[in-house]
């Protein structure tokens, strides 16, 4: 009578093949795991590109656009350039421009008046339902960018000089109130992407 003996695993075979396992699973894991950071990363770079994408095409837009309209003052008194740019405003930008799409077929202008305001490293585009705000108006207010150190605005005139002032100080009367730019740079300073300079032409 013979005897057929099965061969088993040893315990160091045993113990052998289960650190094997263990390090391919921890290899398995940290591949996922650096998966799936890569892209977060991604998709956060993504964000923020459109995100300064939309911002500058805000802005251009808005420029393109510029119209010689000025607007009333909140209390009806008086009345305020259609584009404004002064380092004395609490804004840094303020704009009258057409292109006001309307869909619904609202009874409102085509023109709006859009302002734009660097707060706490945070850049916001208002504007109002209405051209002639008054108090009592209601006011829109979106974030469109964060991180933004600085947010300057150059204008170049019809001769070419450049400012960061506008209406130019020697502008007088009526004109002072509707004259516009030949063109404008945008200069957004960002703690991510450093300075993005853009010259917007203003239509005529």
Do not use: C
């Not at 705000?133 to 209601?138: L, M, P, V």
Request: net charge negative.
């Amino acid at each position: 009578m013979s005897f057929h003996h099965s061969k088993g695993f040893t315990l160091i075979e045993v113990l052998v093949a289960l650190a094997i396992f263990g390090v391919l699973t921890l290899l398995a894991y940290t591949t996922l795991g650096q998966t799936f950071s890569n892209a977060e990363f991604l998709n956060d770079r993504m964000d923020r590109l459109q995100a300064i994408q939309r911002t500058v095409r805000y802005l251009n837009n808005d420029l393109t656009a510029a119209a010689p309209r000025p607007i009333r003052s909140e209390l009806g008194d008086s009345y305020m350039p259609a584009l404004m740019v002064s380092a004395a405003n609490d804004f840094a930008l303020a704009i009258t421009h057409g292109s006001w799409s309307n869909p619904a077929g609202l009874p409102r202008s085509t023109l709006q008046r859009s302002v734009y305001m660097l707060e706490d490293d945070e850049l916001y585009r208002i504007y109002y339902n209405v051209l002639d705000a008054t108090y009592s108006s209601d006011t829109i207010s979106t974030k469109i960018l964060d991180e933004v150190l600085s947010f300057e605005i150059l204008l170049y005139d019809d001769n070419g000089q450049v400012t960061n002032q506008w209406p130019p100080l020697e502008a007088q009367g009526d004109i002072n109130l509707t004259i516009r730019p030949r063109a404008v740079e945008v200069i957004l300073t960002l703690k991510d992407e450093g300075e993005i300079r853009r010259i917007i032409e203003i239509a005529s």
